[in-house]
């Protein structure tokens, strides 16, 4: 069946940067968008930014644009999310998602915290 | 950005009784496809999102059906036929026409 597994998160300082990987499975990789949502601690969900199969097709929120990038590496089944210039705000549960104009399934999600 | 608001933000049930959540977005969600992108998703406590609804009214795959979603334009419902223990949680709708696609605040299910 169709899994998407995150890791990379971690504790950083405002100003840091972290690369978030997630690891697809069960579906053919390069066919499909993929995406990232985050999740802020007791708050709602944020749709960050998008990648298609073949990496030609990307967007991004104003939240996010110019501090993250969003890439993947179809022969490893891999999607990646580089932020820098962490802050604060940032501080979320971050989960990616096979797109096929609906997010779905999404991952367990892998958390960012952005402290000093 | 598309604006989704949701009400309730809380909802307390009673086992066996109907519930209803009611979505409203800023602009309309036909794309380009005819398609109306409006999904519901529900979020169990300690979980990721799960898809509900998507495109309206199309139930996911093995979600029951006690759930039920209907609208157009800019006014949307989810509908639980009768609230079971398992249905406790936080339950989102979400907009993919436009991006950024937008969710709701959150609609939180409860038991009485």
């Known amino acids: 069946q169709v899994q998407l597994v995150e890791s990379g998160g971690g504790l950083v300082e405002p100003g840091g940067s972290l690369r978030l990987s997630c690891v697809a499975s069960?579906?053919?990789?390069?066919?499909?968008?993929m995406t990232w949502i985050r999740q802020a601690p007791g708050k709602g969900l944020e749709c960050l930014s998008y990648?298609?199969?073949?990496?030609?097709?990307?967007n991004y929120a104003d939240s996010v644009r110019g501090r993250f990038t969003i890439s993947r590496d179809n022969a490893k089944n891999s999607l990646f999310l580089q932020m820098s210039g962490l802050r604060a705000e940032d501080t979320a549960i971050y989960y990616c998602?096979?797109?096929?104009?609906?997010?779905?399934?999404w991952g367990q999600g892998t958390l960012v915290t952005v402290s000093s | 950005d598309v604006v989704m608001t949701q009400s309730p933000l809380s909802l307390p049930v009673t086992l066996g009784q109907p519930a209803s959540i009611s979505c409203r977005s800023t602009?309309?969600?036909?794309?380009?496809?005819?398609?109306?992108?409006l999904n519901w998703f529900q979020q169990r406590p300690g979980q990721s999102p799960r898809l509900l609804i998507y495109?309206?009214?199309n139930r996911d795959s093995g979600v029951p059906d006690r759930f039920s979603g209907s609208g157009s334009g800019t006014d949307f419902t989810l509908k639980i036929s009768r609230v079971e223990a398992e249905d406790i949680g936080v339950y989102y709708c979400?907009?993919?026409?436009?991006?950024?696609?937008?969710f709701g605040q959150g609609t939180k299910v409860e038991i009485k």
């Open positions: 979400m907009q993919g026409t436009h991006w950024p696609w937008t």
């Open positions: 990648i298609s199969g073949n990496s030609r097709d990307t």
């Open positions: 069960g579906f053919t990789f390069s066919d499909n968008y």
């Open positions: 495109k309206v009214s």
């Open positions: 998602a096979r797109y096929t104009r609906i997010p779905n399934p």
């Open positions: 602009q309309g969600l036909v794309y380009t496809t005819g398609d109306t992108l």
